[in-house]
């Protein structure tokens, strides 16, 4: 499985960005599909996740701000952010986990500037 992440960039606070993670290869159809990020010099930490049943879980730090969706078909993963703040700034990861497996992709970074 690999995992092919888009859509970081540049912003500044108080805009809007939509990241996207779209996977390819073995795939079942029980998936869940996640966004965690890495700010500099701090642990990676779940921002939210998706199954493939539509539940959706969201950190704390970013409910209400954040709104993950998934294409059960094209097995794509969306995340859109608002409101963003410096302290969103942060390599964004897109991960799976499917047939009993864990996926990452590769980061995309996501700069907020005040």
């Known amino acids: 499985v690999q995992l092919q992440a888009s859509g970081g960039g540049q912003v500044q606070a108080g805009g809007s960005l939509t990241l996207v993670c779209s996977a390819s290869g073995r795939i079942g159809d029980n998936v869940v599909m996640a966004w965690y990020r890495q700010a500099p010099g701090k642990q990676r930490e779940l921002v939210a996740s998706i199954s493939s049943n539509q539940d959706t879980n969201y950190a704390g730090s970013v409910k209400g701000r954040v709104t993950i969706s998934m294409d059960n078909i094209r097995k794509a993963t969306t995340l859109q952010i608002h409101s963003l703040k410096p302290e969103d700034t942060a390599l964004y990861y897109c991960?799976?986990?499917?047939?009993?497996?864990?996926?990452w992709g590769q980061g995309t970074l996501v700069t907020v500037s005040s």
């Open positions: 991960y799976a986990h499917t047939r009993n497996h864990d996926y």
